[in-house]
């Protein structure tokens, strides 16, 4: 999945929203984990 997010990267620029909601989301995991 992250191999896949980084290619899809390189090839759009404008994925890059995605890579931002990527670590949001592992954000919300490490949260819920302390909790």
Avoid: A, C, K, Y
């Avoid at 759009?12 to 302390?34: D, G």
């Amino acid at each position: 999945m992250m191999q896949e997010l980084r290619i899809g990267q390189t090839d759009h620029p404008q994925n890059l929203w995605l890579m931002e909601l990527f670590s949001q989301m592992q954000r919300l995991m490490l949260l819920s984990v302390i909790h």
